[in-house]
């Protein structure tokens, strides 16, 4: 997953922080006395552990929950395109396609698709996000 936007910001901010707490830590051991800078590094370490359990803990909030932009499903679809977020049972999908004869029942023992699974098709294409199961798909098609 590519890192965009404000989480890109978060990051760089992060590295300078880190980098000048680095080479002031570094500083103070060369110019100082070496029980100051451990003293130094002790709570240093401590800040930085707890700051990182806290973003921890949040990150596993949000991923259980959902929330955020990674949430969700995307269906996109092309020009021309057919993109299906679910399960095809029994359709026909596309220009000039048919579906004869008797209704198929859905399969309940089929799993869900997963929250989250982006389904895109490009140009002219077909995606379905769940099984594709007795189904006339694409252009002219019949089941």
Request: proline letters at 3%; aromatic letters at 2%.
């Amino acid at each position: 997953m590519a890192v965009t936007g404000a989480a890109r910001v978060w990051v760089w901010v992060t590295a300078v922080v880190t980098g000048l707490s680095t080479i002031g830590l570094i500083l103070l051991a060369v110019l100082g006395n070496l029980d100051t800078a451990g003293q130094a590094a002790s709570v240093t370490g401590a800040v930085v552990g707890l700051a990182a359990l806290l973003v921890s803990v949040i990150a596993l909030f949000r991923s259980s929950s959902g929330g955020g932009s990674t949430g969700g499903r995307r269906v996109r679809a092309g020009r021309g395109a057919i993109a299906v977020g679910g399960n095809i049972t029994g359709s026909a999908v596309g220009k000039s396609s048919k579906a004869t004869g008797p209704p198929t029942t859905p399969d309940t023992a089929a799993p869900a698709p997963r929250n989250g699974d982006d389904v895109r098709a490009r140009r002219d294409g077909i995606a379905a996000g769940g099984d594709v199961t007795d189904s006339a798909l694409g252009e002219g098609s019949e089941r």
